[in-house]
């Protein structure tokens, strides 16, 4: 099967990853039928829109629909090709919730024919292509499926797993030049996976099988996650020493072989702060290390509640009472820029933070029109109002409006800086705390 024999592809999931992988596709002239539960999603992109936010995304969809390539349905239709782009999330235990995989494989099965091929892009844990061919062959019985004792000459449709490797807000671009790892489960099905993909993938197509394509991707968010840890326990050891954590990272990275990163609240998304606990969940014995930074990057937003609380009373001890305290809290999205708030630790910061206290509470989130449910007690308003009212300005995401945030600071406000946007030298709200407390007590009992 060539690239020019694949007439048309079936996205099963529009979301981050779905909707422009079908858009890419729809731009290189290739007839995507796109499928999603979401019906407002579906109506949304019919209409030539997003209901995302992704840089470049809104024209090439808008092209790939005027153009007639692009249609979005909520039930599967025939294609040559299936991709399954759907969320992989974890129960409560930290166990791999695959449902979301196994309703999108029986919902494509009565239309699966012979030639097709089935990629999987979620996320998943090893392992996770191949429980879905038992999900395809036990839905569609009169047709052949790849296993370890099948050769290619026995099977009828192809299955592969190829992850996604994108950065949110250059999806559009990095789904075009980044490398692409195709697991297939046989060396058939990796070759014409690679088919599919060369399509519009400029990058190299690396071929592996299925199950290391699996690892990989979990490799390299648990290795990001390991490194975000070092940083954020570097945060917590720092407030203990009474020493400014940016500074000393920026002194050690001058290093030549050594690259910190910056602290932050925590992790968040849909893929570092939930992936490394694929790799746990299958060899818990074995994973110490990945555990132990899950463990240290969950614990970060609960220090930061922390701090914001005691900001609050130091608030309080300079004359206000609690239902008077306004804190202003700086951004929602779990990374700078974007407004994906999945995973976020900034909103399960200000989500705890509004539940615990009776004061007044402004939120600053640029790149969203409406505050979550979980926030109902707070108000949504423009960076200038909140620094204009507030007593205490927490910046729990490092958006590009809030660079400048030191200049436009009240010398009365009380900051808690999760992600160094605010020159910390200058604003020790942790390791300080204690003295200004005491010294806010001695001035409140002199004015007595």
Not at 213 to 221: D, F, G, Q, R, V
Not at 239 to 260: F, Q
Request: glycine fraction near 6%; include cysteine.
């Amino acid at each position: 099967m060539s690239s020019q024999s694949i007439k048309r592809v079936s996205v099963i999931g529009l979301g981050y990853i779905g909707l422009p992988t079908a858009a890419l596709f729809a731009s290189r002239q290739v007839q995507v039928i796109g499928v999603d539960i979401n019906q407002h999603a579906v109506d949304t992109i019919n209409q030539g829109r997003i209901h995302i936010v992704e840089p470049e995304l809104d024209k090439v969809v808008k092209e790939a629909v005027d153009g007639g390539y692009l249609r979005a349905t909520t039930q599967p239709e025939p294609a040559d090709a299936y991709l399954i782009a759907v969320p992989t999330p974890f129960r409560e235990n930290h166990e791999p919730d695959l449902s979301y995989i196994e309703a999108a494989a029986k919902a494509i099965a009565p239309q699966l024919a012979r030639g097709n091929i089935v990629i999987l892009e979620s996320t998943s844990p090893v392992g996770a292509t191949e429980q879905m061919v038992q999900w395809l062959a036990e839905a569609r019985p009169d047709l052949r499926f790849p296993t370890k004792d099948t050769g290619d000459g026995e099977i009828d449709v192809h299955v592969a797993y190829c992850p996604e490797r994108v950065l949110p807000g250059q999806v559009v671009r990095e789904l075009v030049e980044n490398d692409r790892i195709i697991g297939g489960l046989t060396q058939e099905s990796s070759n014409r996976a690679c088919q599919v993909y060369r399509i519009f993938v400029r990058g190299k197509l690396l071929v592996t099988d299925a199950r290391t394509a699996e690892m990989s991707k979990l490799t390299e968010n648990a290795f990001r996650d390991v490194n975000i840890a070092f940083a954020n326990e570097l945060s917590l050891i720092c407030d203990k020493l009474d020493i400014n954590v940016w500074e000393l990272i920026d002194l050690a990275n001058h290093h030549p072989r050594v690259s910190i990163l910056r602290p932050g609240a925590g992790v968040g998304g849909h893929c570092i702060a939930v992936d490394p606990w694929f790799i746990v969940s299958k060899t818990p014995q074995q994973a110490r290390l990945v555990q132990t930074a899950r463990t240290v990057n969950d614990s970060k937003p609960h220090w930061v509640v922390e701090e914001i609380q005691g900001a609050s009373a130091l608030a309080r001890l300079q004359g206000k009472k609690e239902e008077d305290v306004k804190i202003a809290l700086l951004g929602l999205a779990f990374k700078p820029d974007i407004d994906d708030l999945r995973e976020s630790p900034a909103l399960h910061i200000a989500t705890e933070i509004v539940a615990k206290h009776r004061g007044q509470f402004l939120v600053v989130e640029p790149n969203v029109e409406a505050l979550p449910a979980s926030l109902s007690g707070a108000r949504l308003v423009s960076l200038e109002e909140a620094i204009a009212q507030a007593d205490v300005v927490a910046v729990l995401v490092a958006h590009t409006p809030f660079q400048g945030l030191r200049a436009v600071l009240r010398d009365a406000q009380i900051v808690v800086d999760a992600v160094g946007v605010v020159d910390s030298k200058a604003i020790a709200i942790s390791a300080g705390f204690e003295e200004a407390q005491n010294e806010a007590a001695a001035t409140t009992a002199r004015a007595a």
